[in-house]
Nanobody
Framework: QVQLVESGGGLVQAGGSLRLSCAAS????????MAWFRQAPGKEREFVAA????????LHADSVKGRFTISKDNAKNTVYLQMSSLKPEDTAVYYC???????????????WGQGTQVTVSS
């Protein structure tokens, strides 16, 4: 059984920063890929960023490039999403995901966290 637990969400003003964390447990993630997705009310789930666990290669959505950074701490089995220059349109529930395929498609990820709310006020 795999568990992914997100934390770090909250309310922030536009232009502010937040760091999300995703703690993974239940299996070895040395061959997995990790990602962050988000879903705003009334919208489909959207890819945000991904990272390969072994080599740390990253992929970021165009909408967050230059503002968000995904990273990982192998020793802690934790993935982070550093979010800066936040905009109201970044408001969403942010989900952590893990899977063997990786990439920017939600279908490539088998395991999902419960989500953490990020609200950016204007």
């Amino acid at each position: 059984q795999v568990q992914l637990v997100e934390s770090g969400g909250g309310l922030v003003q536009a232009g502010g920063s937040l760091r999300l964390s995703c703690a993974a447990s239940g299996r070895t993630f040395s061959s997995s890929n990790m990602a962050w997705f988000r879903q705003a009310p009334g919208k489909e789930r959207e890819f945000v960023a991904a990272i390969t666990w072994l080599f740390g290669r990253t992929l970021h959505a165009d909408s967050v490039k230059g503002r968000f950074t995904i990273s990982k701490d192998n020793a802690k089995n934790t993935v982070y999403l550093q979010m800066s220059s936040l905009k109201p349109e970044d408001t969403a529930v942010y989900y952590c995901a893990a899977g063997s395929t990786g990439g920017n498609s939600a279908h490539a990820y088998n395991y999902w966290g419960q989500g953490t709310q990020v609200t950016v006020s204007s």
